[in-house]
């Protein structure tokens, strides 16, 4: 039998980072493939082709957040179903589950190929980049069918209690994406077309091979063609799990896009130069993100066991050791932006103002080493209701309107429009700090896991 940490006795700090690691690489591999598209682009492209791969893989970012938050309905509800031994019911959910998310990806992929101008349009892309973005977007709709079914699978794999098996799905998405871009956009020089395309190839492959591997291995029950149906019991119960936290991943996404749509009007160069650094804030926000989920599967487990001061004592390790990386990635962002900014684009005039903006976003990177970790905590406890409110209002009313100010001034500078996001994760470390007082001011209080 496979040996597990008991998260719930014994040593605090240990089973955490042990926990935490192969979360860290699988958060990893996909935020590079996210990142492969821009890098090379950035490399064999001109500003043009990088403002549009930015701007128009955070519309399909948005989107894909929708979709992986809707999955999230599935993974609980065959994890509960094998719970409780109804292995005919799992697969009853899994069928429908196939159903739902066809018609989801069929869906996504007519609205975003029909409303890919209007897009454009809307986050008001220089129109140096326009045509280019249009046609990246165009590209990944269609193809949205396998970004769909890749998901879907994921979903289904960790709802099955098998974190390995889509971990392996996305480094083969990632290998392959590179290689699709290398030659498309490196060798024929199709640019931001080339890197949507390999996107595309990407996906199909993975779902391909995910299949292939499935009905190899098989699964821990019986599933036919016969289970491939609607359930209405079961549709309404996804949907339930699934809709709050897609709609927490969609209106974050949004705001960000609203961001660049701002940074947008300043031209193309700062439209390139933000489009680069949000893609490198993805990777230092890697441990903290990791934590984040560590800290929760931790935290619900101490708070079920009835063990409210040891859940404490986990959110303190964890933001004792969340807090020495964001204190490297501080110093990496504010003093060689530069260099991370070079990573991704060869144009000189984009890697300064990336490193004008990497400047103040390197204050982030400390501030969200104990933000996480308190989203995590909470999540844990089962507020999930305070970590939506917290991270809406920090968004919309903070970082958003502050953001639109700075661009208004005369002579904006890229450096106090990136202040916004750590003024707007302040705030909501600030709300998270006077919660976690008044919700251990009773240390009774006990998590309702129903």
């Not at 999540?379 to 917290?390: D, S």
């Amino acid at each position: 039998m496979q040996k597990t940490d008991d998260f719930t006795s014994g040593k605090i700090l240990a089973p955490l980072l042990r926990f935490s690691m192969p979360i860290f690489f699988a958060v990893f591999l996909q935020a590079m493939y996210g990142a492969a598209d821009l890098l090379i682009v950035g490399q064999f492209s001109d500003s043009a082709g990088v403002s549009a791969v930015a701007t128009g893989s955070l519309c399909m970012q948005t989107v894909t957040g929708i979709v992986t938050g809707l999955t999230m309905g599935i993974t609980i509800l065959i994890s509960k179903k094998l719970g409780e031994e109804h292995l005919k019911e799992a697969a009853d959910v899994i069928g429908t589950s196939i159903c739902l998310f066809a018609v989801i990806g069929i869906a996504i992929s007519v609205t975003m190929v029909l409303l890919s101008k209007k897009f454009a349009y809307i986050m008001q892309i220089p129109s140096e980049a326009f045509d280019s973005m249009t046609k990246y977007v165009k590209i990944c709709s269609f193809g949205a069918i396998f970004i769909v079914a890749y998901n879907v699978i994921s979903g289904i794999m960790r709802g099955l209690g098998n974190s390995k098996l889509p971990l392996l799905f996305v480094f083969v998405a990632c290998i392959v994406n590179i290689a699709g871009d290398l030659i498309l956009v490196g060798y024929f020089n199709f640019g931001a077309s080339g890197a949507a395309t390999a996107t595309v190839a990407a996906q199909a492959v993975s779902v391909l091979f995910s299949i292939a591997v499935i009905k190899k291995t098989g699964l821990p029950f019986k599933f036919s063609v016969e289970n491939i149906k609607f359930c209405k019991k079961y549709l309404l119960m996804i949907l339930k799990l699934g809709l709050p936290i897609a709609m927490q991943d969609a209106l974050v996404n949004v705001s960000y896009l609203i961001l660049i749509a701002i940074v947008n009007t300043l031209g193309l160069v700062a439209s390139a130069a933000v489009g680069v650094g949000e893609k490198i804030v993805i990777f230092l926000m890697l441990i903290p993100f990791s934590y984040m989920s560590s800290v929760s599967t931790f935290v619900a487990r101490n708070i079920g066991a009835g063990k409210p001061e040891r859940a404490k004592k986990c959110l303190y390790y964890a933001m004792g050791t969340s807090v020495v990386f964001g204190l490297a990635m501080f110093g990496i962002s504010f003093f060689r932006g530069d260099i991370l900014a070079g990573i991704f684009s060869k144009d000189s005039t984009v890697i300064a103002a990336c490193a004008q903006y990497m400047k103040s976003y390197a204050f982030d990177c400390l501030l969200v080493s104990f933000l996480f970790c308190f989203v995590g905590y909470f999540n844990g406890y089962g507020k999930t209701f305070f970590v939506l409110i917290q991270s809406v209002a920090a968004s919309f009313l903070v970082r958003i309107p502050i953001s639109y100010i700075m661009s208004k001034k005369a002579n904006p500078s890229l450096f106090f429009i990136g202040l916004a996001s750590p003024v707007a994760t302040a705030s909501a470390l600030t709300a998270c700090i006077v919660y976690f007082v008044i919700l251990n001011r009773n240390t009774k209080e006990c998590i309702d896991l129903k």
